[in-house]
């Protein structure tokens, strides 16, 4: 997706943006809560020894089946420490489920959790929870760093690990394994084995296991367990007969005493009857249950359940069952969902009756069955009452849609296939996940919808559409803007139809009349027209249909009011880029920056920092660098202004400055403006950062010599491209062919050009410009293997028409290179003086911008150019001064892999004859900010790094001045004449 992510929006009105801009994902509280030991257990010294006796290595695996205690062992282990008058480790407990599957939803809770044994810890990756892909390894690394800061060791619990089947997740957890802190130790309990190097990390003495074989009840504890938990005063040999028929299975053993319970008393269960029912003992009914419990092990569990919903009150068992589909539990949720108002209690009874409900929180206010035990419940509810079943998720739905969980309610409304009440859900769903990044999401809930029902509501269609526009589908858009725009063809009136209220259940919407749609939110409805224009320029601009894209845009402005900036915005926008496609930079410019300062106009930051990338790159198509660095900077210092968690955009801020500072030779600067882009990731970058990031990733290879890595990153690039109406003015296989001329595969790129269709004849045009320069490169490589004159005749014949288009077009960027260009091909005949012409050209259109990789990047035959091109410049100082930078540049190039030119006079390398060691270009910022009347923290600022960072730089600066402090370092920068 293009970073101008504001265009897919202009179908929202402002409320609904303000509203979606205001939500964020939501931590479960209860997720993160160590669950409490039960008031009666059963001590097993034995484990929490070998337990305890692990925490030197890495990793405790818990893992066996459903119903051996796994969870139970880990909540009493640290209870022990918690006991323990020395002090004890800190724990962070993370309670999973299916919905971590989702890799940014896992990292959120899993900082979320850490945050419980320090609350800083992870602050700098707070908006990872957006991210609907999971941030790079580098972003771990920040996270584990951070880890490393903890003074204390602590603990951190995964519970239930076995719902994970996410790869991501497991390689994100591979990767904390591999580089865990000493001072913290992981705990994981699972069913299954999990994807991890357990093999490696057992070779390594780094893991205790503990399995079904260690953790299944001894004769001993099933005793304590039978009759001293559970109050059933069982004789040594009916507690053997029911431990070698469980095989130690707690959860068996646990089904088993309930049911035996149920033959004590059939009273009903209640706060104040548990408590009796585990104090009667022994009935004959007991002993002949012991005789009969027998039978294959694959049917115990089902064979216990139905014995136990059997022996309970009516009440009860009614309750169960019709509770069963729920994922947690609440007082107020039993409620809605069994039309009672005595749900709290019943979870109260039935947890201390240890029924397999187990709490969630220290107040006892959320709670959750055993997954086993619901498993077999909701079985039996869809067979018992298979038609009760919708309306009980009907009536969930309706209580999370109530209490502000809309995720909760269109899941249940799914389930209930009451498709009328999720379609609203979801369509209101829209704004909010829209502004977090979460079109997977909503799209797996749209399209669980009949498609006739999406068909009859035209404010669905229309964000189904978007969405589609979202993932780069622009044909599969087309068609759902086409549903939507037969009903506004109609010319009906939204009054016609529509539900009582949006979220309502099938049996209480209002039928619309036959031929009607039907309209949850009718201003919604009212603005479709401009949506859909907007919609139809954003299509044909992607597709190259400059005219089209035109008239949509035009058509969304007419429809619009003036000061409806929101909504004008991506129209205008639109129009600018038809503008940059056609080559008319400066009007694009103009038109990009007007809806930028639009969008600021209505506070909406998010919008105006993600036009951004779009001005920096036409200043540098137009060769401007410093301005195009001075769109990124502003942007960084208005986001940056507005705090913690940092927009979406910021990562592509810091990567579009990161290529920038490359181009002008500032390497240092350049890499941290990387490595913090890719610390940031996908969660604070838009939809086209990654593809963005893999680009300049292969530049910096290609740069650093490593053609290949350069190949991976293109390639890399490729499977994140998608179809947007930004123009492609450096299309990838264009970037490839570039990269097969620098590895001598000439007859790879020579295919590319044929396949191309490209020639030196061709009629020349803006967006192919990038394509008939890279020919050009071809050519001259050709001549140079072959030397042949054909090849580097039709090169200098192409490079000549292109000169005139681009100077016309006002497209220094692309002047410049092919002036380089030019230069080479001269070069390549021998011809040095016929090459120093368009090269001092070059270098006087370069110098006043910085350009450094422009010339560097070319090589040794570059080199020698700008060696005898000094030779005839030293009276000019500042060209002469320009050249030795170049020159420099080549040798640090040369330092790091990169190519490698013939030795340059040492005169060449810029250094102060009386330093002895030189400053960086960085720390000669610092050094010259030193100098003004900025305190610490506002240089920090103003350079965009941090105050730790600053501090760094100004300790170097006065270890290599030889001084104490800022007005000694000012001087003595005077006397060396470094301002």
Same mark, same amino acid.
């Given at each position: 997706?293009?970073?101008?992510?504001?265009?897919?929006?202009?179908?929202?009105?402002?409320?609904?943006?303000?509203?979606?801009?205001?939500?964020?994902?939501?931590?479960?509280?209860?997720?993160?809560?160590?669950?409490?030991?039960?008031?009666?257990?059963?001590?097993?010294?034995?484990?929490?020894?070998?337990?305890?006796?692990?925490?030197?290595?890495?990793?405790?695996?818990?893992?066996?089946?459903?119903?051996?205690?796994?969870?139970?062992?880990?909540?009493?282990?640290?209870?022990?420490?918690?006991?323990?008058?020395?002090?004890?480790?800190?724990?962070?407990?993370?309670?999973?489920?299916?919905?971590?599957?989702?890799?940014?939803?896992?990292?959120?809770?899993?900082?979320?959790?850490?945050?419980?044994?320090?609350?800083?810890?992870?602050?700098?990756?707070?908006?990872?929870?957006?991210?609907?892909?999971?941030?790079?390894?580098?972003?771990?690394?920040?996270?584990?760093?951070?880890?490393?800061?903890?003074?204390?060791?602590?603990?951190?619990?995964?519970?239930?690990?076995?719902?994970?089947?996410?790869?991501?997740?497991?390689?994100?957890?591979?990767?904390?394994?591999?580089?865990?802190?000493?001072?913290?130790?992981?705990?994981?309990?699972?069913?299954?084995?999990?994807?991890?190097?357990?093999?490696?990390?057992?070779?390594?003495?780094?893991?205790?296991?503990?399995?079904?074989?260690?953790?299944?009840?001894?004769?001993?504890?099933?005793?304590?367990?039978?009759?001293?938990?559970?109050?059933?005063?069982?004789?040594?040999?009916?507690?053997?007969?029911?431990?070698?028929?469980?095989?130690?299975?707690?959860?068996?053993?646990?089904?088993?005493?309930?049911?035996?319970?149920?033959?004590?008393?059939?009273?009903?269960? $209640?706060?104040?009857?548990?408590?009796?029912?585990?104090?009667?003992?022994?009935?004959?009914?007991?002993?002949?249950?012991?005789?009969?419990?027998?039978?294959?092990?694959?049917?115990?569990?089902?064979?216990?359940?139905?014995?136990?919903?059997?022996?309970?009150?009516?009440?009860?068992?009614?309750?169960?069952?019709?509770?069963?589909?729920?994922?947690?539990?609440?007082?107020?949720?039993?409620?809605?969902?069994?039309?009672?108002?005595?749900?709290?209690?019943?979870?109260?009874?039935?947890?201390?009756?240890?029924?397999?409900?187990?709490?969630?929180?220290?107040?006892?206010?959320?709670?959750?069955?055993?997954?086993?035990?619901?498993?077999?419940?909701?079985?039996?509810?869809?067979?018992?009452?298979?038609?009760?079943?919708?309306?009980?998720?009907?009536?969930?739905?309706?209580?999370?849609?109530?209490?502000?969980?809309?995720?909760?309610?269109?899941?249940?409304?799914?389930?209930?296939?009451?498709?009328?009440?999720?379609?609203?859900?979801?369509?209101?769903?829209?704004?909010?996940?829209?502004?977090?990044?979460?079109?997977?999401?909503?799209?797996?809930?749209?399209?669980?919808?009949?498609?006739?029902?999406?068909?009859?509501?035209?404010?669905?269609?229309?964000?189904?559409?978007?969405?589609?526009?979202?993932?780069?589908?622009?044909?599969?858009?087309?068609?759902?803007?086409?549903?939507?725009?037969?009903?506004?063809?109609?010319?009906?009136?939204?009054?016609?139809?529509?539900?009582?209220?949006?979220?309502?259940?099938?049996?209480?919407?209002?039928?619309?009349?036959?031929?009607?749609?039907?309209?949850?939110?009718?201003?919604?409805?009212?603005?479709?027209?401009?949506?859909?224009?907007?919609?139809?320029?954003?299509?044909?601009?992607? $597709?190259?249909?400059?005219?089209?894209?035109?008239?949509?845009?035009?058509?969304?402005?007419?429809?619009?009011?003036?000061?409806?900036?929101?909504?004008?915005?991506?129209?205008?926008?639109?129009?600018?880029?038809?503008?940059?496609? $056609?080559?008319?930079?400066?009007?694009?410019?103009?038109?990009?920056?007007?809806?930028?300062?639009?969008?600021?106009?209505?506070?909406?930051?998010?919008?105006?920092?993600?036009?951004?990338?779009?001005?920096?790159?036409?200043?540098?198509?137009?060769?401007?660098?410093?301005?195009?660095?001075?769109?990124?900077?502003?942007?960084?210092?208005?986001?940056?202004?507005?705090?913690?968690?940092?927009?979406?955009?910021?990562?592509?801020?810091?990567?579009?400055?990161?290529?920038?500072?490359?181009?002008?030779?500032?390497?240092?600067?350049?890499?941290?403006?990387?490595?913090? $882009?890719?610390?940031?990731?996908?969660?604070?970058?838009?939809?086209?950062?990654?593809?963005?990031?893999?680009?300049?990733?292969?530049?910096?290879?290609?740069?650093?010599?490593?053609?290949?890595?350069?190949?991976?990153?293109?390639?890399?690039?490729?499977?994140?491209?998608?179809?947007?109406?930004?123009?492609?003015?450096?299309?990838?296989?264009?970037?490839?062919?570039?990269?097969?001329?620098?590895?001598?595969?000439?007859?790879?790129?020579?295919?590319?050009?044929?396949?191309?269709?490209?020639?030196?004849?061709?009629?020349?045009?803006?967006?192919?410009?990038?394509?008939?320069?890279?020919?050009?490169?071809?050519?001259?490589?050709?001549?140079?293997?072959?030397?042949?004159?054909?090849?580097?005749?039709?090169?200098?014949?192409?490079?000549?028409?292109?000169?005139?288009?681009?100077?016309?077009?006002?497209?220094?960027?692309?002047?410049?290179?092919?002036?380089?260009?030019?230069?080479?091909?001269?070069?390549?005949?021998?011809?040095?003086?016929?090459?120093?012409?368009?090269?001092?050209?070059?270098?006087?259109?370069?110098?006043?911008?910085?350009?450094?990789?422009?010339?560097?990047?070319?090589?040794?035959?570059?080199?020698?150019?700008?060696?005898?091109?000094?030779?005839?410049?030293?009276?000019?100082?500042?060209?002469?001064?320009?050249?030795?930078?170049?020159?420099?540049?080549?040798?640090?190039?040369?330092?790091?892999?990169?190519?490698?030119?013939?030795?340059?006079?040492?005169?060449?390398?810029?250094?102060?004859?009386?330093?002895?060691?030189?400053?960086?270009?960085?720390?000669?910022?610092?050094?010259?900010?030193?100098?003004?009347?900025?305190?610490?923290?506002?240089?920090?600022?103003?350079?965009?790094?941090?105050?730790?960072?600053?501090?760094?730089?100004?300790?170097?600066?006065?270890?290599?001045?030889?001084?104490?402090?800022?007005?000694?370092?000012?001087?003595?920068?005077?006397?060396?004449?470094?301002?």
């Amino acid at each position: 997706m293009s970073s101008f992510y504001f265009v897919r929006q202009a179908s929202e009105l402002h409320r609904l943006w303000d509203n979606a801009c205001s939500m964020s994902t939501s931590i479960l509280a209860t997720k993160l809560y160590v669950p409490s030991p039960r008031p009666k257990v059963v001590l097993r010294p034995r484990l929490i020894d070998r337990l305890s006796e692990g925490l030197h290595r890495k990793l405790t695996l818990i893992s066996a089946p459903a119903g051996f205690g796994k969870t139970s062992l880990v909540s009493e282990w640290i209870q022990t420490f918690r006991q323990e008058s020395t002090p004890s480790p800190a724990v962070a407990w993370l309670s999973l489920d299916e919905g971590d599957n989702d890799p940014a939803r896992f990292l959120a809770y899993l900082v979320a959790t850490l945050q419980k044994v320090t609350p800083q810890i992870g602050a700098g990756i707070m908006g990872l929870r957006q991210s609907p892909q999971l941030p790079t390894e580098t972003a771990l690394t920040i996270l584990l760093n951070e880890i490393t800061a903890i003074p204390d060791n602590f603990l951190l619990v995964l519970d239930d690990y076995h719902v994970i089947d996410a790869k991501p997740v497991d390689q994100a957890l591979a990767f904390l394994l591999e580089h865990l802190p000493p001072q913290m130790h992981l705990v994981i309990t699972t069913r299954e084995d999990p994807q991890l190097p357990l093999a490696r990390l057992r070779a390594r003495g780094q893991m205790t296991e503990l399995r079904a074989t260690d953790l299944r009840f001894t004769p001993a504890e099933a005793a304590g367990f039978l009759n001293q938990v559970m109050g059933l005063g069982l004789s040594s040999a009916e507690v053997t007969i029911l431990e070698a028929r469980t095989e130690g299975w707690i959860a068996g053993l646990q089904l088993a005493a309930l049911s035996m319970q149920g033959r004590v008393s059939s009273a009903e269960i $209640s706060a104040s009857s548990v408590e009796s029912l585990t104090s009667k003992q022994g009935t004959p009914g007991v002993a002949h249950f012991v005789k009969a419990f027998a039978g294959d092990n694959r049917y115990i569990v089902d064979y216990l359940v139905e014995e136990v919903l059997q022996r309970q009150p009516e009440r009860v068992r009614s309750f169960l069952l019709q509770t069963a589909m729920l994922d947690r539990l609440s007082g107020g949720l039993c409620d809605a969902v069994t039309g009672q108002n005595d749900g709290l209690v019943l979870l109260d009874a039935l947890e201390r009756g240890n029924l397999f409900v187990v709490p969630l929180d220290d107040t006892r206010h959320w709670f959750r069955y055993h997954h086993l035990f619901a498993d077999v419940l909701a079985a039996h509810a869809l067979q018992e009452q298979p038609a009760q079943v919708p309306i009980l998720h009907q009536r969930a739905s309706a209580w999370y849609a109530a209490n502000g969980l809309p995720a909760d309610a269109i899941r249940h409304a799914l389930a209930a296939k009451d498709f009328a009440c999720a379609a609203g859900l979801i369509e209101q769903a829209w704004p909010a996940m829209d502004g977090r990044f979460q079109t997977a999401t909503w799209l797996g809930w749209a399209g669980a919808l009949p498609d006739e029902l999406i068909r009859t509501r035209p404010v669905l269609s229309v964000a189904y559409a978007w969405a589609l526009l979202n993932g780069g589908d622009l044909e599969a858009a087309a068609a759902r803007f086409e549903d939507a725009e037969r009903w506004l063809d109609a010319g009906l009136d939204p009054e016609a139809a529509r539900p009582a209220q949006p979220g309502a259940p099938s049996a209480q919407i209002v039928a619309a009349p036959r031929g009607y749609p039907v309209i949850v939110d009718e201003e919604q409805f009212r603005n479709l027209p401009a949506s859909i224009a907007t919609a139809r320029a954003y299509i044909a601009q992607a $597709s190259g249909d400059l005219p089209g894209s035109v008239k949509y845009g035009r058509r969304a402005l007419n429809l619009l009011p003036e000061g409806d900036y929101l909504r004008r915005g991506p129209a205008a926008a639109l129009l600018g880029l038809a503008q940059w496609a $056609s080559g008319d930079l400066e009007a694009a410019y103009h038109a990009l920056a007007a809806a930028m300062t639009g969008f600021q106009k209505i506070g909406n930051l998010h919008f105006a920092t993600s036009v951004t990338s779009g001005l920096a790159d036409i200043r540098t198509v137009q060769g401007r660098l410093r301005e195009a660095i001075e769109c990124y900077a502003k942007a960084l210092q208005l986001v940056l202004a507005q705090g913690e968690p940092l927009i979406r955009g910021t990562a592509n801020l810091y990567l579009g400055l990161s290529e920038l500072y490359h181009e002008q030779g500032n390497q240092e600067v350049a890499i941290q403006h990387l490595l913090h $882009s890719e610390e940031l990731g996908d969660q604070a970058g838009l939809p086209d950062w990654r593809y963005r990031l893999y680009r300049t990733q292969a530049r910096f290879k290609e740069a650093e010599g490593d053609l290949s890595g350069a190949l991976d990153r293109i390639d890399a690039a490729e499977r994140h491209h998608r179809r947007t109406p930004v123009p492609d003015l450096r299309p990838l296989a264009a970037l490839k062919a570039r990269v097969w001329v620098a590895q001598g595969r000439l007859s790879e790129a020579l295919r590319w050009a044929q396949e191309q269709g490209l020639s030196v004849d061709d009629e020349l045009s803006f967006l192919r410009e990038f394509e008939h320069i890279t020919l050009a490169r071809v050519l001259i490589a050709q001549h140079q293997r072959d030397q042949t004159d054909g090849s580097i005749h039709a090169a200098m014949k192409l490079l000549a028409r292109l000169l005139p288009a681009a100077e016309a077009g006002g497209r220094t960027g692309s002047v410049l290179e092919i002036l380089v260009l030019q230069a080479l091909a001269h070069e390549a005949q021998g011809n040095l003086p016929f090459a120093l012409a368009p090269l001092k050209r070059a270098l006087t259109l370069a110098e006043p911008e910085g350009y450094v990789r422009l010339f560097v990047d070319e090589g040794l035959p570059m080199a020698r150019l700008l060696a005898a091109a000094a030779q005839g410049m030293l009276a000019d100082r500042i060209r002469s001064g320009y050249i030795k930078k170049l020159l420099a540049a080549f040798e640090d190039a040369t330092m790091d892999g990169g190519p490698t030119p013939e030795p340059s006079p040492a005169s060449f390398v810029l250094r102060p004859a009386s330093l002895v060691e030189p400053l960086s270009d960085r720390e000669l910022e610092v050094l010259k900010l030193l100098g003004t009347e900025l305190n610490g923290p506002e240089i920090a600022r103003r350079l965009m790094v941090s105050l730790n960072t600053m501090r760094t730089h100004t300790k170097n600066i006065y270890n290599k001045l030889g001084v104490n402090d800022r007005r000694a370092a000012t001087r003595r920068a005077e006397e060396l004449g470094l301002y």
